[in-house]
């Protein structure tokens, strides 16, 4: 069995910072499990490691999508996978680095996703179903036809209700049918990083502010010149979506930001959905006292344990 090291947790709480001193001292390099960092030009608002960063240890899975392509979770999957595979076979230690609840789960778990290919007349047609009458309409219709992918989904997360039933009528039959899972051939330690809620919070209001000093408007006003302004990761992804709010004028920069940090805080609480602090397979940490030591010492135990 070859190892894979997999850190998680909330937005905000240390991962990437994490992953890099790890990876630095353990001989590793990062495969990501962000779903927004896969995006080219991205780079502020999803907090991309630096070319800094990247220099000091080699990153996957980063920079290999336009904003305005599809991006599946099949796709991850196979890429991340790949990823691993090839640093395994350098000898290298792989670390699985992120906070997408889907995609760690997908490889950790080793998920059977079907392979249907992305309709993009259906996909409209839903779309402009969500727009009028309110992407609850599409969320009744997936319970109807398929109630369990229906209840493994957000309700409000509209790209992901359509994308079960664009897989249900492809197949014809329900997209929960056609998943399953098989153990994949790792060795895994997974590594969980929490702190209480207030101070997960003010970490995040403090990140949300430095995206802004560092210049996340003027991404966003290039994404939107270069064309991408309708493109799903700026209409939906939070930061994104609250400066293209602000640059049509339809919020001050105040509001977007403070609806950064709201929609921020949202996502938290979701995250913690995906990784349950009573999950027995993760070892958690709380960041507020200090676990760096006792962290390193149990990857150098899992590392040498053969």
Not at 9 to 25: F, N
Not at 66 to 92: K, M, N, T, V, W
Not at 131 to 137: C, F, M, Q, T, V
Not at 265 to 271: A, G, M, N
């Amino acid at each position: 069995m070859r190892h894979l090291v997999v850190i998680v947790g909330p937005t905000g709480v240390g991962k990437s910072r994490l992953g890099l001193e790890l990876a630095g001292e353990f001989s590793g390099e990062i495969v990501s499990a962000d779903s927004r960092q896969v995006y080219v030009h991205m780079d502020i608002g999803t907090a991309k490691p630096s070319p800094e960063e990247q220099s000091f240890v080699r990153h996957h899975v980063l920079d290999i999508n336009s904003p305005d392509q599809d991006f599946s979770l099949a796709r991850y999957q196979q890429l991340a996978c790949e990823a691993i595979d090839d640093i395994h076979l350098r000898g290298r230690l792989p670390y699985l680095v992120g906070g997408s609840g889907l995609y760690v789960r997908a490889v950790v778990e080793g998920w059977r996703i079907p392979r249907v290919p992305p309709d993009a007349g259906f996909r409209q047609e839903m779309e402009k179903r969500a727009a009028e009458s309110g992407g609850h309409r599409l969320y009744e219709e997936l319970l109807k036809i398929d109630p369990v992918a229906a209840h493994r989904i957000d309700p409000r997360n509209v790209r992901r209700v359509i994308r079960a039933l664009e897989v249900s009528r492809s197949a014809s039959a329900p997209a929960s049918k056609l998943h399953g899972k098989q153990v994949p051939p790792y060795e895994t330690l997974i590594i969980g990083l929490t702190t209480e809620r207030s101070e997960l919070y003010r970490r995040i209001d403090s990140r949300v502010d430095t995206m802004i000093e560092r210049g996340l408007v003027d991404e966003v006003k290039k994404l939107v010149e270069m064309g991408y302004g309708s493109a799903p990761p700026l209409v939906s992804g939070i930061g994104y979506r609250q400066i293209s709010m602000y640059l049509r004028g339809d919020m001050s920069l105040a509001e977007a930001v403070q609806q950064m940090k709201t929609e921020t805080h949202r996502l938290v609480r979701h995250q913690y959905s995906w990784f349950r602090l009573k999950d027995e397979r993760i070892h958690w940490f709380d960041v507020q006292i200090e676990p760096e030591a006792e962290i390193r010492a149990l990857v150098g135990k899992f590392v040498s344990a053969g």
